[in-house]
């Protein structure tokens, strides 16, 4: 189990080098910083001392390796913009999207599941096709749209929970979060259900097909022969099995429901990474950026790391191939 | 809902005619009459177990002895009630010790299987949940009848195990299904089924994935196990040789219907239905070394493209023009303890009953 986590976390090193040298490179060929940071009627003279000063004068590769150097030290760069590290502005916007998007996964997970399991065990009943017409509509319709239609039913014509903004944060043992307080709950609400709703439909379907194959094996006959109700066939010998799949897919999602959190954000006016990404992008705040990407490929190393974990925890037959101890 | 013709074999009782003098000395556990099951299909219902009747006495072995597509196995299945979606039961009667589980509420008929009427299943690798441990699979099968503590369960899963030859139970049913071999694992499936020492238990080619030798082994255990909980048993098989020494009685089923049963002995040293003669000669130690082995002539038919008549007709020397419709199930002997469903016997069957 410890070599299995070694060398994952081996290979986790790599891909952030490797993604380090994409985003460095793919960021120095957008636009050139310096002219919007430097006054309008700025001299070449000061627009070269500007360039100097920012370093943007040396070789990119010079560039590259005192940026790995300074990152390994935790030093992602200052905002051109605000003067301030970049990493910290990152981080201090960090905990509000990992809350959006972990009550949006959470939503997910206790909607998208039963649901899902529901329509494998009946896929010709009017429930189980309902539920499938319903997915549909959650992959097709557009994030932002769906965010303004629950805005303007919820928040303006029904007026239960507010429009936007992040409310005030709650403590519990120690950790502070929007998540332990009411308000904060109130306003996590809508841009979270907007987050979810296409990963519901995706874990429905997801779900869906992992029921329907595991309902026909010949175990799930053997435990019907058994004599077990079906309450705990379907919750503990289907849910079990289909919670790889589950897993597989949500391990993935969750990285993406925190790094693409940027629509929803936007459209409900949330102060999370998301929006400082869209904010920083338009002032071609180049560390800002750069920052962003690096620690939203931080945590989906990290996020794939857990579902491989889980996996082990949830199916003995992977503990046995990663190298753990066999009987 | 049968698509075939009534068959002569409804009207006429089939076995009761004269059981009432010659009554088997055994109860009957399971009595089955007129089970019939049949798919949903793009050209409509096929019928896949045709008007099967047939009883079991306390503590018998009885073979259902078929080529694949015969309907032995959806027997097995319609018997403890678990035909799903495409299929559905269409009729009959199974009396188990006297009750009728036909037609039976789910919530009741759960309460049936796994305690008085098990199954274990063909593929050993398949039959357990790959991500639940033995003892959680085995406590979970003696609480759902039982109602004990948990404590209690396990002594029970260890003394099973150890019955069925599992070594050192006790840390063995911490692991999961793919730390045992095929062999262990059926074992493991058997110890499962006589948790509760059922009236009867229904194996379905519980041994055709095991190779010859643990074949042989857990043949023999199964049975010792069975006779000593005094459980009868349907063993389903292709396998005309596994039965020949296990059963008491031998059930052979073509398309969807019995068409021979009879006393294990009888049947295989004077088999009446040609079809029956034809498996017999198809075993291969039957053959002369060096010549060809025989074979039936032609293979199952599909159930989409069966006649109306006998379905073994087209493959049958002695079919005639009288071979178009269905034959009625016919009994001779002692006790009337032989039945066949032809009107060309290979044998005198003497008077008809």
Request: charge should be positive; include cysteine; proline fraction near 5%.
């Amino acid at each position: 189990m410890h070599a299995y986590v070694i060398r994952r976390l081996g290979q986790s090193v790599f891909v952030l080098i490797a993604i380090a040298l994409l985003v460095f490179v793919a960021i120095y060929a957008i636009g050139d910083p310096v002219s919007t940071l430097a006054p309008q009627d700025a001299t070449t003279a000061e627009l070269e001392g500007v360039r100097q000063r920012l370093g943007l004068d040396r070789p990119i590769y010079v560039q590259f390796f005192l940026f790995l150097s300074n990152a390994a030290q935790g030093d992602l760069g200052r905002s051109f913009v605000y003067g301030e590290p970049a990493l910290k502005l990152v981080l201090e916007r960090f905990p509000a999207t990992l809350e959006l998007a972990l009550l949006a996964a959470f939503l997910a997970v206790t909607i998208g599941v039963p649901l899902g399991v529901y329509a494998g065990l009946r896929p010709d009943s009017l429930g189980g096709r309902g539920i499938m017409v319903g997915s549909i509509f959650g992959f097709s319709l557009p994030s932002f749209w769906q965010g303004l239609m629950l805005i303007l039913i919820f928040a303006i014509v029904l007026r239960w929970v507010p429009a936007g903004g992040r409310g005030d944060p709650g403590m519990l043992l120690g950790l502070q979060s929007a998540l332990f307080s009411l308000d904060g709950l109130r306003h996590l609400l809508l841009p979270a259900v907007n987050l979810s709703l296409f990963k519901v439909a995706l874990l429905i379907r997801v779900a869906r097909a992992a029921t329907r194959e595991v309902a026909l094996q010949d175990y799930i006959v053997f435990a019907r022969a058994k004599g077990l109700s079906r309450t705990r066939i379907v919750w503990v010998h289907i849910l079990k099995n289909i919670m790889i799949p589950v897993i597989t897919v949500l391990g993935l999602e969750l990285g993406s429901l925190i790094a693409f959190a940027i629509v929803t954000e936007t459209v409900f006016a949330y102060p999370g990474m998301g929006k400082l990404l869209i904010d920083s992008i338009s002032q071609l705040d180049r560390p800002v950026i750069v920052a962003y990407l690096m620690v939203t490929v931080v945590v989906f190393v990290l996020i794939n790391l857990l579902a491989d974990l889980a996996y082990a925890a949830i199916d003995p037959r992977v503990r046995l191939a990663g190298g753990g101890k066999s009987a | 809902m049968t698509t075939s013709a009534p068959s002569v074999a409804r009207v006429l009782p089939s076995q009761e005619t004269s059981s009432h003098h010659t009554a088997p000395l055994r109860n009957a556990v399971l009595k089955v009459r007129d089970l019939s099951v049949a798919f949903a299909s793009r050209g409509g219902a096929l019928t896949a177990v045709d008007g099967v009747s047939f009883n079991l006495a306390a503590g018998e072995v009885m073979g259902i002895v078929g080529e694949s597509g015969s309907g032995k196995s959806v027997t097995g299945l319609a018997l403890m009630g678990l035909i799903g979606w495409p299929g559905r039961l269409t009729g009959g009667s199974v009396m188990l010790e006297g009750e009728e589980l036909i037609g039976m509420p789910e919530s009741e008929l759960r309460r049936i299987r796994g305690r008085r009427m098990a199954m274990i299943l063909q593929d050993p690798t398949s039959t357990l949940n790959p991500v639940l441990r033995i003892d959680t699979q085995m406590i979970e099968a003696i609480r759902a009848h039982d109602t004990v503590s948990e404590r209690a369960a396990r002594e029970r899963v260890c003394e099973m195990l150890s019955r069925v030859g599992i070594p050192s139970p006790r840390e063995r049913m911490l692991n999961y299904p793919h730390q045992f071999s095929g062999g262990m694992r059926q074992r493991i499936a058997i110890a499962i089924a006589l948790l509760h020492r059922p009236a009867v238990l229904i194996a379905d080619e519980a041994t055709t994935a095991l190779d010859v030798s643990i074949q042989a082994q857990i043949l023999a255990e199964v049975q010792s196990l069975a006779e000593e909980a005094g459980t009868a048993m349907i063993w389903i098989t292709h396998d005309l040789s596994v039965v020949a020494g296990l059963a008491d009685r031998i059930a052979v089923m073509y398309a969807g219907r019995l068409v021979e049963t009879g006393r294990v002995d009888q049947l295989l040293e004077a088999p009446a239905h040609p079809y029956t003669a034809g498996l017999i000669a198809c075993v291969p130690s039957h053959n002369i070394p060096g010549t060809e082995v025989a074979q039936i002539p032609g293979s199952t038919p599909s159930l989409a493209r069966l006649k109306a008549g006998c379905a073994f007709a087209p493959r049958c020397r002695r079919s005639t023009a009288v071979c178009g419709q269905v034959p009625p199930l016919v009994s001779w002997g002692e006790a009337s303890e032989r039945s066949i469903r032809c009107f060309h016997p290979v044998i005198d069957i003497g008077a008809r009953s």
